[in-house]
């Protein structure tokens, strides 16, 4: 009788730190540090971010619309239109704002680093992959994201934050070592593609740290919240991350 194959326990890779759902092969240094930092899988974190970004462009459309109606009693020398056009105003600040409903389509003007223009490209191009795959089970994740926003404990929200960090770090280092290469002699460097895995630093795990927020606390050290019980420790840490995604730190 042959012997029964184990198979791989499900969760996150052996010894990596960091969620076995996510691919460091096909995701972005700004997918993999959203993903990290808000706790969402990989089908759910665009439209989780998207939500959690709405409130605060609310409130900034809101506080635009008053602002321009304020500019414009203060330059109207007609006493009944500045009256009109102050009880807009009070209108506006009593109820609640709503965007226009192609507010995310509608918007023009945006910058390569605009966070909320590249979250709806994804989602957008995720929905329409789902619609004409019928992947109802997509759909069903989308609503989950809606219905149950994330409430990741304390602990968690920090670790997911350090891990977060770690990649930027990574992310900085890739393109300092880059424009320097280019700059030096204009040699042939690597791809400049985002997806980071594979792609060589020159950085070690201590440099890393201390590019990050540390502070004592007790015997504890944490670093961007994160508790560690040593320097020694948050240094493991950040090798292990960086082994995952694809990278060879000096030390």
């Known amino acids: 009788m042959k012997p029964v194959k184990k198979k791989h326990p499900r969760g996150r890779a052996k010894a990596s730190g960091v969620k076995s759902s996510i691919d460091p092969q096909r995701e972005e240094f700004t997918e993999l540090r959203a993903r990290l930092a808000h706790g969402y899988r990989r089908d759910e974190w665009p439209i989780a971010r998207l939500q959690a970004l709405i409130p605060a462009i609310?409130?900034?459309?809101?506080?635009?619309?008053?602002?321009?109606?304020?500019a414009e009693i203060k330059a109207c020398g007609d006493k009944k239109k500045r009256k009109s056009l102050a009880k807009a105003v009070e209108e506006i600040e009593r109820n609640e704002w709503k965007l226009p409903d192609n507010y995310l389509s509608a918007r023009t003007?945006?910058?390569?680093?605009?966070?909320?223009?590249?979250?709806?490209?994804?989602?957008?191009?995720?929905?329409?992959?789902?619609?004409?795959?019928?992947?109802?089970?997509?759909?069903?994740?989308?609503?989950k994201a809606i219905r149950c926003p994330n409430k990741q404990e304390t602990s968690d929200l920090a670790r997911n934050l350090f891990r977060a960090a770690i990649v930027r770090e990574l992310e900085m280092a890739f393109w300092r070592k880059r424009a320097a290469t280019v700059n030096r002699d204009g040699a042939h460097v690597e791809s400049a593609t985002l997806q980071p895995a594979k792609k060589n630093v020159?950085?070690?795990?201590?440099e890393i740290l201390d590019r990050l927020e540390q502070r004592k606390g007790g015997r504890f050290l944490f670093v961007e919240g994160c508790r560690f019980d040593s320097a020694r420790r948050a240094r493991e840490a950040v090798k292990r991350i960086s082994r995952y995604l694809g990278y060879e730190l000096l030390d």
């Open 58 to 70: 609310v409130a900034d459309e809101k506080q635009s619309v008053t602002g321009m109606l304020r």
């Open 109 to 143: 003007h945006i910058s390569p680093n605009d966070e909320l223009a590249s979250l709806w490209r994804t989602h957008r191009s995720e929905h329409e992959r789902a619609v004409l795959t019928s992947d109802a089970d997509w759909f069903e994740k989308q609503a």
């Open 202 to 206: 020159a950085i070690s795990a201590r």
